[in-house]
Structure formats: structure tokens, C-alpha cells
């Protein structure tokens, strides 16, 4: 490759990332649409390859077994989560509570710190007043659409483009992937297909894998946490397992959060100990079980680099970038693994 094509290739690379960063916010509902499409196409090739069905038919069976899996979740997981989110607010008072008489007290003696009581109620009473008040607030959205309107029809345009863009990116996903490699010199075109095969199966590790790890930690910390008797079990289970894409801070937003709910909702520190049983069992199913199931050891992502992808893509590109982020780096990680190999077998690196 002469100068002239690196520096173009550069150019090309960089003027790709700046127009990603410009246009985030547009490319969220097709990021969404991509990740769901790889999802759903490892069983349209299945239902394809035995000739059960054609491509069309079989991506229709695809995407009508992901809708119903997206409406029963909506339809079951919804009210519950909103029963909750209700029981929550109006615990507020006794979070408050049990801060002012038992925390900070304590603090104040153990670490001898100036901190004076916090002053919530009237944030307390408002959210409370907002969330009981339903038809002030649908009356107040209402009254704003003509103010932003705009923005309101621009979110409603991305959320119904994300089906939209879904299916037809599963009907057209071998087709797109056949083209992009026709694009390729020929000369790097077997390189780029090994390359491209390993990214693949780095992705799938991560993108699949880590999905149901999710899912199943959430469902182990909430029956784990109703199992115990907490009353917020359900939210604080399914907020654990969805964060816990980041390596221990699913198992540390849980645990903190649970702990606080158990001492305000038993006032004693007894009930703290099968709250512990609940995440540790659920680390170390995480660990011994679902992870190497899974997700395997494919990704390889050092716990401090992750943290690190997830921080940058959200400072570059936002949402988008955290939504990006851990993919994007399992790919450069495959990319580094092959520089590294070509640094280790070059003669910069042999020569004495």
C-alpha cells in the first residue's frame, strides 16, 4: 500500500467517525434495528439452510417470535416494574428517614464530619403529588405537544423505524455482508474474510451471550431478593442484571441498593445476610456457570478496558456510544491481536 493510499484510508476512517459523531442521535434507531437483526439471523439461516421456508417467510417467523417476545415482556414485566416503581416513591419518606436518624448520626460520630441533615420532603412531596396526579401530568404533556412537537413526532418516528429497519435488515443481512465483501481488493479479500469471521464470532460471544447473561442474572437477583421478602425485589433484581454488562457493577448497584431497601423496609441488620446469599450466588453462578456457557472466553476483555469503552463511547457519542461501545471494542480487540501478531513476526521486532 503506497502513502498516498494510507493517507487515504485515513482520511476515510477519520471522516467516518466524525460523521458518526454528527449524526448519533439519527443513528440510534438503526443501531438498535442492526444488534436486533444479528440477533434474530443465526435462526432465519437455520429455518433457510433445511429449506424449511424461504428467506422471506423465514425472517417473518423470526421477526413475529421477536415481537411476541417483546409484547409479553411489555405486557407481564411492565405492571410489575410500575407497581414498584409506586412502592418506591412512596418509600421515599422512610429513605429520607433512616438517613437523617441513623446515617448521618453515625457518621458524624464514627468520622466526625459536619453533615447536616438532608432536607427532601419537599422534592419528596412533589414527586409523590406528580406521580399520583396522572391526569395533571397526561394534561400537562398534552399541553406542551404544540411547544414541542417536533421533537415528540421525532422520537415516535425512531421508535417505529427500529421495527421497520429490523426486518428488512434480516431479510437483506447475507445479501449486505455478500456485497461488502465483493467491494474488497481482491488481494485482502481471503485476509479481511478470516478477519471478519473471527470479529464475528467475538461479536456473537458478546452481543448473544452477554444478552442472556443478563436476563438470567436479572431473573436470579429478583426471585433471589422475593425469595428474602423484599418488597423492591423486582427492581432491584432487573436493575442489577441489566447493568451487569459492566463487569461488578451490576453485583455493586444491587447489593448497595438491596442493603438499603432491607434496612429501611426491617430496620435491623439480620436481613442483610440473605440479601449477601442472593448476589453471591448469583456472581458465582455468573462466573462458574453462565458466563463460560454463553458467552465462553471468545471477548477476553480485560474488566478495566471495559469500563473504559463504556466511559468513552458515552463522553464521544452518548447513549449510542455506550449502546456501541463494548462491541466495537471486541472488534478492535481482534484488530490488536492481529497487529500484534504481525509486530511479533516483522523484522522491526526480530532484528537485534
Known amino acids: 500500500m503506497t502513502d498516498s493510499q494510507k493517507w487515504l484510508v485515513f482520511v476515510f476512517i477519520a471522516g467516518s467517525a466524525w460523521l458518526i459523531y454528527l449524526l448519533a442521535p439519527v443513528l440510534m434507531p438503526f443501531a438498535f434495528a442492526a444488534m436486533l ?16 421456508l424461504s428467506r422471506t417467510k423465514a425472517v417473518l417467523v423470526v421477526f413475529s417470535v421477536m415481537t411476541l417476545a417483546f409484547v409479553l415482556v411489555l405486557l407481564l414485566l411492565v405492571p410489575l416494574l410500575e ?24 457518621t458524624q460520630r464514627r ?12 422534592i419528596v412531596n412533589l414527586i409523590k403529588s406528580h406521580w399520583e396526579q396522572a391526569g395533571g401530568i397526561a ?31 434480516l431479510r437483506d443481512w447475507d445479501g449486505l455482508v455478500a456485497k461488502v465483501h465483493g467491494l474488497l481488493p481482491r488481494r485482502i479479500a481471503p485476509a479481511a474474510a478470516k478477519l471478519a469471521a473471527e470479529v464475528d464470532t467475538v461479536l456473537a460471544a458478546f452481543v448473544r451471550g452477554q444478552l ?31 447493568v451487569s454488562f459492566v463487569p461488578y457493577l451490576g453485583a455493586i448497584v444491587g447489593i448497595v441498593t438491596a442493603c438499603i431497601a432491607a434496612l429501611v423496609q426491617f430496620h435491623d441488620l439480620i436481613h442483610l445476610v440473605p440479601v449477601a ?14 458466563t463460560p456457557m454463553l458467552v465462553g472466553d471468545k471477548i477476553g476483555l480485560h474488566p478495566v478496558a471495559v469500563m473504559f ?34 509486530y511479533r513476526y516483522s523484522d522491526f521486532y526480530a532484528r537485534e
Not at 84 to 104: D, K, R
Not at 314 to 339: E, N, T
Open 309 to 342: 469503552a463504556v466511559l468513552a463511547g458515552g463522553q464521544l457519542f452518548g447513549f449510542l456510544g455506550i449502546l456501541l461501545a463494548l462491541p466495537v471494542a471486541s472488534v478492535i480487540m481482534v484488530l490488536l491481536r492481529h497487529v500484534h501478531d504481525l
Open 277 to 290: 446469599i442472593v448476589f453471591i450466588v448469583g456472581q458465582s453462578l455468573e462466573g462458574m456457570v453462565l
Open 212 to 242: 442472556y447473561v443478563m436476563l438470567a442474572l436479572g431473573c436470579i437477583y429478583s426471585i433471589g431478593l422475593w425469595m428474602t421478602g423484599l418488597d423492591l425485589a423486582l427492581l432491584i433484581g432487573m436493575l442489577a442484571g441489566l
Open 111 to 122: 468520622f466526625h464530619l459536619g453533615i447536616r441533615p438532608i432536607n427532601l420532603s419537599q
Open 139 to 169: 394534561a400537562t404533556v398534552m399541553s406542551s405537544v404544540s411547544h414541542s412537537g417536533g421533537v415528540i413526532a421525532e422520537w415516535l418516528m425512531n421508535l417505529l423505524l427500529i421495527p421497520v429497519v429490523t426486518f428488512y435488515l
Open 37 to 52: 437483526a444479528y440477533l434474530g439471523d443465526p435462526l432465519t439461516d437455520k429455518l433457510e439452510t433445511h429449506r424449511l
Open 83 to 106: 407497581y414498584q416503581v409506586e412502592q418506591f416513591v412512596s418509600s421515599l419518606p422512610a429513605y429520607v428517614s433512616w438517613l437523617n436518624e441513623t446515617v448521618i448520626p453515625w
